[in-house]
């Protein structure tokens, strides 16, 4: 079964640090670009951030870059979000999700984890 | 990028049609044709209903439809069932750089 589930969520104070983690199963992990999407409290799907399948591409929503850094592991089939500078509009849902080939969407979706920031 | 724009709600009958519109503009809906569709019921994983404004993945019935005109998309549930009640966004490509845009969110009821 393809799969992506997501962690390292929790409760962080304005200006701390957190690192997601998504683990990929039931699917070639190395061959999809992989992104992150959160979702606000009340509010609709923002795209976060992309990478591509070798790490060599990466691309951010403009309110993340500097303080967003997403990576991966091929060998571990693991896609990771560092969020540093954290504020707390950033409190969220946050999905990984799959990206196929060179269409551009995005066809599997994990249940996400809650991102709390807030002193 | 600012989001692309979606009625907040729409609602239909069992059985009825509805349909969801979706406007970006020519760098965003009008400029490619990548826009796709997801199903979000909360607390779950969103689901891709329509890619490339048009095409079903394999498993989503044939009530879900999509097109295109201009810089608007839309979304057509044709026979209405109760487990269409959901939240559902549309999405965009908008170039390399900032590659994704979604909508604002449409809540769907079935009365």
């Known amino acids: 079964e393809v799969q992506l589930v997501e962690s390292g969520g929790g409760l962080v104070q304005p200006g701390g640090s957190l690192r997601l983690s998504c683990a990929a199963s039931g699917f070639t992990f190395s061959s999809y670009w992989m992104n992150w999407v959160r979702q606000a409290p009340g509010k609709g799907l923002e795209w976060v951030a992309n990478?591509?399948?070798?790490?060599?591409?990466?691309y951010y929503v403009d309110s993340v870059k500097g303080r967003f850094t997403i990576s991966r592991d091929n060998a571990k089939n693991s896609l990771y979000l560092q969020m540093n500078s954290l504020r707390a509009e950033e409190t969220a849902v946050y999905y990984c999700?799959?990206?196929?080939?060179?269409?551009?969407?995005?066809?599997?979706w994990g249940k996400g984890t809650t991102v709390t920031v807030s002193s | 990028q600012s989001a692309l724009t979606q009625p907040r709600s729409v609602s239909g009958s069992p059985g009825q049609s509805v349909t969801i519109s979706c406007t970006g503009t020519?760098?965003?809906?009008?400029?490619?044709?990548?826009v796709s569709w997801y199903q979000h019921h909360p607390g779950k994983a969103p689901k891709l209903m329509i890619y490339?404004?048009?095409k079903r993945p394999s498993g989503v019935p044939d009530r879900f439809s999509g097109s295109k005109s201009g810089n608007t998309a839309s979304l057509t549930i044709s026979g209405l069932q109760a487990e269409d009640e959901a939240d559902y966004y549309c999405c965009s490509y908008a170039g390399s750089y900032t590659p994704y845009v979604f909508g604002t969110g449409t809540k769907v009821t079935v009365l």
């Open positions: 990478i591509k399948q070798d790490g060599s591409e990466k």
């Open positions: 999700a799959r990206e196929p080939g060179a269409d551009n969407y995005m066809d599997v």
């Open positions: 490339d404004v048009s």
């Open positions: 020519s760098s965003d809906v009008g400029g490619y044709n990548y």
